[in-house]
């Protein structure tokens, strides 16, 4: 059995095509096929469907196939196309070649032309497969780069973010109730909280937020969300959960999953406004050397969750920038981060996304996160208790941003604290050599320049073994990561932060 073949036939002669379709079905084609013999009717049929092979006369009154091979070209097209001819020369034959046809065949020769179908065939799946993967790559390098250019603005961003919020709220703390300018401070307030969710965003599209990964249940995350769900979607929408009946543990962090089901069913239920049906799936499945270069990760075990709607579906061009920050097709509140959030948060969990639409066909949104043996507890980052916050300890600064530097000595000698500054390491060094009485918290940006926060710590700790360190980030790059503070062996305070939490923070990491 050789499987349906859709057929454009260019030929004028209707009893070679009866002649040519009694061939192809008696060696096991199920051919469905149209046969046009002038450029118009080939175009019309190309509009028309989609087609694995075109097989063409030489001359015809109205059509040639060099004429045919044009059109093909100038769509842009990549089928096979074969020659099938009574009369053709080598120089013809040469000539078809060079513009691009798969191969030629005499029609007194008819013995060839099934070995030469299924050998065009099989390459122009091959260069199908090529390209999708050339594709594949040339998306992910963008991507990339959207990342990386994303994730430098936010660094800064937050650096500036935090002396706007900080100083707008030591500021109001000043201002009585019934001071005019309060209601001036509170808006430069509410603007700085507006773009620190912003840079909190492209943080996560570009995989420098700090996450706190542990192993969970993501049925359980699923089972979580439904309630969730159900009032966002609104009534006109089924939600439907299946989770797979074994753990489906992943690595990763709770709240960042609950963010990537959250963005994908708003956009699921904004592509259904008269209704449908939105699935959530858990599955196990393993992904061999072929199936993962298709979705472009590793081979292995995965947790596939798949996010499914009923809805207008989408088109090429449309699926092609789907995860591109700020792409979005015009609604009034959108602001086209949410797939960019979406794929950050996959990515930097160790996992990938595909996705599959067309128009009318609803969307069909696959992430599968690399599957881990059993579940724990993480370690948590960036909890904030409460209680007084005020200390009389001597705290060391460590920052090279001097706006950054002068708001968190404002905030903590505010507190009673004595703040001793330093921009970089090996001035830090220095005061510590040099501050006679003891140091009892070094807080120290992780990303410094010439030496790091962490090179930095086990210096002083190594002369001051009772200091005790915090420290800071806009963002988690791998540095963070690979220097294992988010393994909880040192408290993490990240960036921006408000007055409130840096005093908060410094107080626990103090006891
Ligand atoms: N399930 C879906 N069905 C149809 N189209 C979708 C679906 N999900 C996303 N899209 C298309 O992809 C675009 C980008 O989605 P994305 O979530 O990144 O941005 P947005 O929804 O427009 O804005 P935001 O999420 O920031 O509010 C959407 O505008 C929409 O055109
Ligand atoms: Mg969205």
Known sequence: MRGPLRLLLVEDSQEDELLLLHLLRRSGYQIVHERVDTAPAME???????????????????????????????????????????????????AAMKAGASDYVMKSNQARLLPAIERALREAALRREHQQVAEQLRRSQKLEAFGQLAGGIAHDVNNMLAVISGYSSLLQDRLTLEDPLRRYVQEIGKAGERTAALTRQLLAFSRKQVLTPRALDLNQVVLDMDAMLRP???????????????????????????????????????AMPRGGTLTLETQHVEL?????RHVDTPAGSYVLLTVSDTGCGMDAETRARLFDPFFTKGKEHGTGLGLATVYGIVRQSGGQIAVESSPG??????????????????????????????????????????????????????????????????????????????????????????????ELTERITA??????????????????LRHGILAGEAAFLPKPFTPATLAEKVRERLG
């Open 44 to 94: 019309a049929a190309l509009d028309r469907s989609e087609w694995d092979l075109v097989l063409s006369d030489n001359f015809m009154p109205h059509f040639s196939a060099p004429a045919a091979l044009t059109v093909l070209k100038q769509r842009g097209l990549d089928l096979p196309f074969i020659i099938f001819s009574g009369t053709i020369t080598d120089e013809l034959a040469v």
């Open 232 to 270: 966002l979607i609104g009534a006109d929408i089924e939600l439907v959960t299946l989770p797979y009946p074994a753990r489906a543990s992943v690595l990763a962090d709770p709240s960042q999953l609950e963010q990537v089901i959250l963005n994908l069913a708003v956009n699921a239920r904004d």
């Open 288 to 292: 061999d050397a072929a199936a993962a």
């Open 361 to 454: 066909q609803g969307a069909c949104f696959r992430i599968y996160l690399p599957r881990v043996e059993a579940e724990g507890e993480g370690v948590p980052v960036g909890e904030v208790p409460g209680g007084p916050n005020a200390g009389w300890e001597t705290v060391l600064v460590v920052e090279d941003e001097p706006l950054v530097r002068e708001l968190i000595r404002e905030v903590l000698t505010g507190q009673g604290y004595t703040v001793l500054e330093a921009s970089h390491g090996a001035q830090a060094v220095e005061v510590c050599e040099q501050h006679p009485g003891p140091i009892h918290l070094v807080i120290t940006d992780v990303v410094l320049p010439r030496m790091s926060g962490r």
């Open 463 to 480: 002369q001051r073994p009772e200091a005790k360190v915090l420290f800071m980030s806009g963002y988690a790059d791998d540095a963070v």
